[in-house]
């Protein structure tokens, strides 16, 4: 964030935030979306092409019959907040998701330190997983989507897919992580605190698994506002 003379960047700030963690590169962006609100959208190429390299983690894109190996991510909408540590970006679904939104269902709060939370009754392919997760002195957090584990280390409240990639910070706000999931056929899409942290990933799932588990080691912690939304695919099948 800063000013660009159209020769030099100036930041207004010291050192570098990044917010969006994943296998995604080639981005672009525009601002002339035809409802005319000047947002700034941004899209994003995804590398899917791990399989051969990491088998357990991603799909066979040739057994499961995909006619593909890489994909756009979902539309995202870039906007800026100020906060306690200076200006931020927040990056979140566009509005449009609302079109394939169809039903839903709602889940009453539970103490995930004592038993593990789950959600088995719902067999979506396609879905939006909202939930609020206040800590209350957890050591561990663990949180799965149909067997795939979300990479989240509540020790440095940051997430990774794995031990070599980059390490991008998710820190609670008023000791909550505030989620919101896009479960895709291949892809995870996990927006932290309202976008203030994307971690976007491959994904292999296994339908017999929950849709959604989530549990803590410590503490007295407690999942809310928890909500799930089907999903129907863009290209109406």
Same mark, same amino acid.
């Given at each position: ?18 917010? !969006? ?47 593909? /190996? ?34 839903? /269902? ?38 799965? !989507? ?12 940051? !997430? ?25 056929? @291949? ?9 203030? @942290? ?40």
């Amino acid at each position: 964030i800063g000013d660009f003379d159209g020769h030099q960047f100036k930041p207004d700030h010291n050192g570098t935030y990044k917010n !969006v963690a994943g296998p995604v590169y080639a981005t672009q962006s525009f601002a002339n979306s035809p409802d005319g609100e000047r947002r700034r959208v941004h899209i994003a190429w995804f590398r899917t092409d791990w399989g051969s390299r990491q088998g357990a983690e991603l799909p066979d894109w040739k057994d499961a019959g995909l006619p593909f /190996r890489q994909a756009f991510s979902f539309p995202l909408e870039l906007t800026l907040i100020t906060t306690n540590n200076g200006i931020r970006l927040l990056t979140n679904p566009v509005k449009e998701i609302t079109a394939i939104q169809g039903e839903s /269902r709602s889940y009453r709060s539970k103490n995930i330190s004592k038993k593990k939370f789950e959600i088995n009754d719902i067999s979506w392919e396609l879905a939006e997983i909202n939930c609020t997760i206040k800590l209350n002195g957890a050591k561990n957090l663990t949180m799965k !989507v149909r067997g795939k584990k979300i990479p989240y280390d509540l020790e440095t409240n940051k !997430v990774s897919q794995r031990d070599r990639d980059e390490k991008i910070l998710a820190a609670p706000i008023n000791d909550r992580i505030k989620l919101r999931i896009l479960v895709d056929r @291949t892809i995870m899409d996990v927006f932290y605190n309202d976008g203030r @942290t994307v971690h976007m990933m491959n994904a292999k799932y296994d339908m017999d698994k929950p849709l959604f588990e989530c549990f803590a080691d410590g503490g007295k912690t407690k999942i809310s506002n928890i909500k799930v939304i089907q999903l129907n695919s863009i290209w109406g099948n």
